[in-house]
C-alpha cells in the first residue's frame, strides 16, 4: 500500500531555490511507491526561527499532529532546524504520532528497522540534552547562591512601597497607582495584598 508522504524543504535566502532539493525528494518518492501529498516549502528563512517565523514549517507540523501524512521528507537534517532542541521536539511529535522520517543527506529512513533503531538513539541523545541542560541550571544556581548573590525578583524599593500604601489608603485604584508611580501593576497588586491584615479564626 502506497504511503502518504509530506515534502518539506528550505532555503535561507532569497536568491537560493529549493529546486534541487524537491526534485531529488520527489525522485525518492517515485523510487519507493509514495504518495506525495504536499510540498511545504520555506524559502528565504533561515532555520534557525522558530515555528511562527517558519510558515510552511509550521503547517508540516499541524499536519503530523493531525496524522495527514505517513512519511516526512527532507534534504537534510538541518534543513528541518538548527538547533538540537528543535529537532528534539519534531522527533517527539513524529514519534508520538507514528510518522516516519526520510533524511536524504544522512540516508535515514526510519520505515526501516536500521532507520527505525538510529530513530531511537536520537532519542537517547535528546535525552542527555536535556539533562545536560538541567545540570548546567542547577550548577549555575548553586554558584550564584555561594558568591551570595539573591536569586529571584528584585525587592520592591522600601519607599515605593510606602508610596503604594499611602496612595491606597486614599482611596486610588490600582492601576491609577502604578501608572503615577511609573511601576509595573502586579507590583502594586502584591505590595496591597501583602499590606491587607491577615485574618484569624
Known sequence: MSKQVAIYARV?????TPDNQLQALRAVAERMDWQVTEEYIDQGISGAGGRDQRPAYDRLCGAIVRREVEVVLAWSVDRLGRSLQQLVGLLSELQAKGVDLYLHQQGIDTTTPAGKAMFQMCGV????????????????LHRARAQGKTLGRPRTPTDVERKIRSARQQGKGIKKIARELGIGVSTVQRVVHESRPSVVD
Do not use: D, P
Open 12 to 16: 535561507s535566502t532569497g536568491e537560493q
Open 125 to 140: 541523545f535528546a535525552e542527555f540534552e536535556r539533562a545536560m541542560i538541567q545540570e548546567r541550571i542547577k550548577a549555575g
